[in-house]
């Protein structure tokens, strides 16, 4: 199974650990193709039209989409609704957080399953539970 995980770059790396570990779990289950968002350091060489083509490439070619939506990202929106156009299962988690809350768009869509999770291992426990359904 090729997979496409998707979290915040740009618009923030506070989470940058927390995706390389569910990035880790996740790749037990197939062949993460975006591995790189997990990483503390993100290249800046690749131009954006190339940063686009190549991330639309890879979400071509994955089966699913798992997100972390807690950090609010435009780029992660965008792959997620690109995902949703091509009939891709998408599957979001997020920590709630004080004074902010995940996009109406995203939760209340019936083509995303989204799961709540306070800790890596309620997290982990999620990602077991959506790969034992797909």
């Known amino acids: 199974m090729k997979i496409y995980f998707s979290g915040s770059i740009r618009g923030g790396r506070q989470d940058a650990k927390l995706y390389n570990q569910l990035i880790e779990e996740i790749k037990k289950y197939g062949d993460v193709l975006t591995e790189h968002v997990g990483s503390s350091e993100i290249s800046e060489e690749p131009s954006d039209q190339e940063i686009h083509d190549q991330d639309m490439a890879w979400l071509n070619e994955a089966d699913i989409l798992i997100g972390e939506v807690t950090t609010p990202s435009h780029g992660v929106g965008y ?13 979001c988690l997020y920590r709630q957080q004080k004074n902010k809350s995940v996009s109406a768009m995203i939760n209340g869509s019936p083509s995303i399953e989204c799961y709540e999770y306070s800790t890596i291992k309620e997290a982990q426990s999620l990602i077991k539970q959506i790969f034992s359904r797909v």
């Open 79 to 91: 792959e997620i609704g690109r995902a949703v156009e091509l009939n891709k299962k998408v599957f």
